[in-house]
């Protein structure tokens, strides 16, 4: 859209803004440039919406920093094909063995189905192939020139997790997650860009809530954006009688309980 793209732009040039972020994959598992990850031209994801290098360079000849972010694990797509293409084990399941329920994830993607069993938002996060996938755009957007990656659903889904069973688990969900940042800080640190990673606005006051734990995330990225969305809080959050009304008290109070999980850590919390 160039009145979008012309808008941004300006916004750069009067210095408004100093970065830009572009989805790589989003929440349908939607690639949204021309990609050269194998995987995802098989899967048919790639929907090219814009050239990645150019865009980059475009933002940067404007002196802004290009922020690709990426999906990771809440992937319908990538879970439906794995699921009719015997790779079962990349799709997270449920303890009877079928894909863990979609609970509102995927609904609106492509190729939506209320067919039975419901082939839900999910992959599986203790999957190498999956994890590996992921890394690859991470890396192939580095490569071209992004100066930060920033991870987005890096989480086990909502739902009672002692039905959930992520096939071929080392560890906790905790230890997984946090390993998979892990590699790809590697992956992204190695092509010269930085790594972030969002986290939901509950997990600064529960981690369990989604097994983010933002002490053990902040030790393997760059910085931590919390999403924290007012509307995520209840009365009595942060000391805040109605979070919504209170957008500024409700987010500083989110922001200091992050950083109250991260110690005496310095790793960044920037607001989502």
Partial sequence: DDGLRDGAIALLDSDQVDSIVLDLKDECGVVTYDSGV??????????????????????????????????????????????????????????????????????????????EPIIGGFTNFASTAVQDYNIAFAEEAAGLGADQVVLDDVRRPGGDSSYMQPVGRQGTNVEVLTAFLGRAQQAVRAEGAYLGA??????????????????????????????????????????????????????????????????DRTTPIVPW
Avoid: K
């Fill in 38 to 115: 194998a995987l995802a031209g098989q899967v048919g994801a790639v929907d090219e919406r814009y050239d990645l290098e150019d865009a980059i360079a475009t933002v940067h000849d404007h002196g802004g920093q290009l922020i690709a972010r990426l999906v990771a694990f809440r992937d319908p797509l990538l879970a439906r094909w794995a699921w009719a293409n015997n790779h079962a084990d990349w799709v997270l399941q449920d303890t009877a063995n079928d894909p863990w329920p979609a609970y509102g994830d995927g609904e609106g993607c492509p190729e939506a189905t209320n067919a």
């Fill in 198 to 263: 969002t986290t939901t606005g509950l997990s600064v006051q529960d981690p369990s809530a989604y097994d983010q734990d933002l002490a053990a995330m902040a030790q393997v990225v760059d910085y931590l954006s919390p999403e924290v969305y007012p509307e995520s809080y209840s009365s009595g959050a942060f000391g805040v009688v109605d979070p919504q009304s209170s957008p500024g008290e409700t987010v500083e109070g989110a922001v200091n309980a992050a950083n109250e999980q991260l110690g």
